[in-house]
C-alpha cells in the first residue's frame, strides 16, 4: 500500500534558526497536505498542494511539491515559540478520494 | 474551533467494558472518519464514512465497531479492548466531492485501557 515517509522525526531549534520538514511518498499523489498539530491538540490544516512544482507561501511558511508529485517540504524561516508542535504531511493518491496517508510526523521544539 | 466536537475527552476502561465514543460535526459535510494516533506512529485510519455508508475499514479488530447514524454524528463502539489499544482517537469530517478537500479534526478522545 501507499506509503508516506517523512524525516526527521525530531528537530530541536534555537528561535530565529530556520527548519525543513521533508516527506517522500512511495507513490505518485494527486495532492499532498500539511497539517500542524500543537502539543496536546489535534491536527489542524495548514495548506494543499496539487499541481506538479508547486511552491506556496504563508507568511515565514513555505511549502513545495515536488515536480513528480512524490516528494513535498515544509520550511519554517526564522521560528518561533508558536511554530512548537508536530508537523504532519498526507498524502492522497489519484485511487482514493477519500484516503490520506499521514507521515509520522515531525516534532519541532524551539528553544527561546 | 467547535466545527467537530467528541466525547468524552478522556476514557478510562477496563478490558471488559463497553463503551462508546461520540462525533458531531456542525459543518455540512458528507464524509467522516475515525483514526487512532498512537505514540511514536503515524496517524491510522481506522474507518471511513461518505454519505452514512461505510467506504472503508482498514483490517481494524472487531472489538471496535463503527456506527453513522446520518451525515452528522459518527460514533465508535468499544467493547473487550486490549490495553494496547490506549490512544488517542480523532474524529474528522470532509466534503467529500470539493476539490479542495481539507479534513477538519476534533479534539479527539484520550483513551486509557487497564
Known amino acids: ?112 | 474551533e467547535t466545527g467537530v466536537t467528541q466525547t468524552p475527552r478522556h476514557l478510562v476502561m477496563g478490558m471488559t467494558n463497553k463503551k462508546s465514543l461520540k462525533c458531531e460535526q456542525h459543518l455540512g459535510h458528507n464524509a467522516m472518519y475515525w483514526y487512532k494516533q498512537s505514540a511514536k506512529k503515524p496517524l491510522e485510519l481506522m474507518f471511513v464514512y461518505n454519505f452514512k455508508e461505510q467506504t472503508e475499514n482498514n483490517s481494524v479488530p472487531s472489538r471496535f465497531s463503527p456506527e453513522c447514524p446520518n451525515s452528522s454524528h459518527l460514533f465508535l463502539h468499544l467493547h473487550t479492548l486490549q490495553p494496547e489499544d490506549s490512544a488517542l482517537y480523532l474524529c474528522a469530517s470532509s466534503q467529500a466531492d470539493r476539490v479542495q478537500e481539507t479534513q477538519y479534526f476534533g479534539p479527539g478522545t484520550r483513551l486509557l485501557v487497564l
Open chain 1, 1 to 112: 500500500g501507499q506509503q508516506v515517509m517523512q524525516i526527521p522525526q525530531y528537530q530541536h531549534v534555537q528561535e530565529g534558526e530556520d527548519f525543513t520538514t521533508y516527506c517522500n511518498s512511495s507513490t505518485t499523489l494527486s495532492n499532498i497536505q500539511w497539517y500542524k498539530q500543537r502539543p496536546g491538540g489535534h491536527p489542524v490544516f495548514l495548506i494543499q498542494l496539487v499541481k506538479s512544482g508547486e511552491v506556496k507561501k504563508q507568511k515565514r511558511l513555505t511549502f513545495q511539491f515536488g515536480e513528480a508529485k512524490k516528494n513535498s517540504s515544509l520550511h519554517i524561516t526564522a521560528t518561533q515559540t508558536t511554530d512548537v508542535g508536530t508537523y504532519f504531511c498526507a498524502g492522497r493518491s489519484g485511487g482514493s478520494n477519500y484516503k490520506l496517508t499521514f507521515g509520522k510526523g515531525t516534532l519541532l521544539t524551539v528553544n527561546p
